[in-house]
């Protein structure tokens, strides 16, 4: 037996190795590797996921589940037990900035839909609602979700390394607990192992990373700061001491909440631009964190401190050939907009659907291809963001003086913002600018909902215009959600019912469940028999729905006859991951015609030959 030492210090013995084969074998069980799982295993896909962690994530991290996630996870029924692990959505109203958490507070903003002029496009852009779920509730869903459907887990295990070959990769696996080494021999591998991932760096794809913006620690720590809470109602509150003599390590603070009122994450800021030759004890950290709350009759216990880096960090290029990246092995940024594990979701969301097809003889390899086309703009979209959305803070740490180099000219800034002088009046004008500003962080919906895709699994090439009109560029595209069926746009959800009422229903829950959809109106019977006639000849499945007066369903707002954009003998097809593929204004002729069109999209959306 041969005894083998890593690069990182770590060893492992040559063993007889074992070959098992799988269909897929994912790296990785966090917020993208698990959810790709999840999302296979619906289509009945069987494989197995690997962490080399000995657990799910111990520390809560990501909390902000958007409603394009929740979406995703509605479609295969999780988001009911979601909303169930959630806190009460009231508790996200508001982001604050305050002295401390028991202190006085400078300003707020609402948050999360919540604002009174934003709630309506909150609610017709989803039938979902954002919610706050930590990592350390939302993983072990997911894994159970995906364990209970048809895939192995395996905790504690090292993915070593990978071989790829015409038909299958064949990776090296090492089991941390016993040091057996062994051997997965699967038809694709996913590297979902986050940002220090093993599979991306020797997959060796291309990477654009730009200057960070410094260090950031994360102090995990218990609190009952109940007693302050009631008027102080959100899940994020910055907190800036100008006045105060502070340590290097403890700058400023962004209290985030993990479990109203006793749990809570300090996300703690260093000096600007100055770099850490110490390592604080936990004394100093204790006596920081205490500072924060502002109520030294309020026992705090410290569960653990860790560190990153604010990246801005996206992969060029997310596969080469049967080797998948998703996730935080692909995007890297700060938690800004609340965008990490989400992206990573719906990376996997549209990975799962293009792959169950691929598996299942319906599409070609070629389809695969449109996965980094689609999601590699979006995640250098969300990376931007991101990092913008930090940046935006400075104005507000300016409009306060916390960024003045001394204590007294900090001390004055802030006693200025009191004062009814000339001085006063522009520095309290430019902290309002800067607060509202923030809505591009607290109000993003556009970046949370508007991602268009242009790939060959779009079939836009009937379209007379693009989809970016005079009037949609006009509007500012990270707070406004631009409702389409134009090819590559998310479905609009629209409420649905019969025409003798009863539950409503969503037109995203008519679309989705691993099918095509075709969605149609009064006249477009042809359409219908078309999807019918095309799911028997290509062994596809291909809902197909009328909606109208009298129709399969009821548009009982008319709104779906507003954002349809086609005539009412016209057709939407969606995909398996509710994104428009296709529409046709009105029926081309006659039945053949129809079938023929159809055939021909649907055909060039998976990359079949003809």
């Not at 000219?409 to 923030?438: C, D, F, K, M, Y």
Request: net charge negative; with cysteine.
């Amino acid at each position: 037996m041969t005894v083998i030492n890593l690069s990182n210090g770590d060893t492992y013995h040559d063993r007889p190795r074992t070959v098992t084969n799988t269909d897929v074998l994912i790296i990785g069980a966090g917020p993208a590797g698990a959810s790709l799982a999840c999302f296979l295993a619906y289509y009945g896909i069987r494989g197995i996921m690997v962490s080399s962690c000995p657990t799910n994530a111990d520390t809560p991290r990501a909390h902000i589940t958007n409603m394009a996630a929740m979406e995703c996870l509605r479609d295969i029924g999780l988001d009911v037990e979601c909303n169930r692990l959630a806190t009460n959505g009231m508790n996200m109203m508001h982001t604050r900035w305050a002295y401390s958490m028991a202190g006085e507070e400078y300003a707020r903003i609402h948050s999360w839909g919540h604002d009174p002029k934003r709630k309506g496009d909150y609610e017709t852009a989803s039938p979902c609602d954002p919610v706050d779920l930590p990592q350390t509730l939302l993983e072990p869903l997911l894994v159970r979700y995906a364990t209970l459907n048809g895939f192995s887990c395996r905790f504690d295990t090292t993915f070593i390394d990978f071989v790829q070959d015409n038909d299958g990769v064949t990776s090296t696996l090492l089991d941390n607990i016993t040091g057996a080494e062994y051997k997965i021999r699967s038809k694709y591998l996913f590297g979902a192992d986050g940002a220090r991932g093993e599979v991306f760096r020797q997959l060796d794809l291309p990477l654009d990373v730009k200057p960070d913006q410094g260090l950031a620690f994360n102090v995990h720590l218990k609190a009952d700061l109940s007693s302050h809470m009631q008027y102080r109602t959100g899940n994020l509150h910055w907190l800036l001491q100008p006045d105060k003599e502070h340590p290097l390590f403890g700058w400023a603070c962004i209290a985030r909440m993990v479990k109203p009122w006793n749990e809570w994450l300090f996300i703690v800021l260093p000096e600007r631009g100055k770099e850490l030759d110490i390592k604080p004890t936990k004394e100093e950290w204790l006596g920081r964190m205490k500072e924060f709350i502002g109520d030294d009759s309020i026992d705090t216990e410290i569960l653990g401190v860790s560190k990153w880096r604010i990246n801005n960090v996206v992969a060029n290029e997310f596969s080469k050939d049967r080797v998948f990246c998703l996730g935080d092995a692909v995007h890297r940024h700060p938690p800004s907009n609340g965008l990490g594990s989400n992206t990573c979701i719906q990376d996997s969301y549209n990975l799962a659907w293009k792959i169950a097809y691929v598996l299942n003889g319906h599409a070609s390899h070629s389809l695969l291809e449109s996965y980094t086309a689609e999601r590699q703009p979006v995640a250098r979209g969300v990376v931007t963001r991101a990092n913008e959305s930090f940046r935006h803070h400075g104005p507000v740490w300016e409009a306060l003086g916390v960024a003045l180099p001394t204590r007294e000219e900090r001390a004055q800034a802030l006693h200025e913002l009191t004062l009814p002088t000339p001085e006063g009046r522009s520095r309290r004008a430019a902290l309002q600018v800067a607060i509202e500003e923030t809505e591009h962080e607290y109000h993003a919906l556009g970046t949370e909902m508007g991602q268009i895709y242009q790939s060959s699994a779009v079939y836009a090439a009937d379209e007379k215009s693009t989809f970016y009109t005079p009037e949609i560029l006009a509007k500012d595209a990270d707070l406004s959600l631009t409702r389409s069926t134009y090819p590559g746009c998310r479905l609009p959800h629209v409420w649905l019912n019969l025409a003798t009422p009863g539950q409503r229903i969503s037109t995203i829950d008519l679309a989705g469940k691993g099918a095509f959809a075709l969605l149609t109106g009064i006249g477009g019977e042809a359409w219908k028999a078309a999807a019918s006639r095309l799911a028997s000849d290509l062994g596809l499945q291909i809902k197909a729905y009328s909606i109208g007066f009298r129709a399969d369903y009821e548009d009982v707002y008319f709104d779906w006859a507003r954002v349809r954009g086609v005539d009412e003998t016209g057709c939407v097809l969606v995909r398996p991951d509710n994104f428009v593929a296709w529409r046709c204004n009105e029926v081309p002729g006659d039945k053949a015609a129809c079938v023929s069109k159809l055939r021909e999209v649907i055909e060039t959306v998976l990359s079949r030959s003809t």
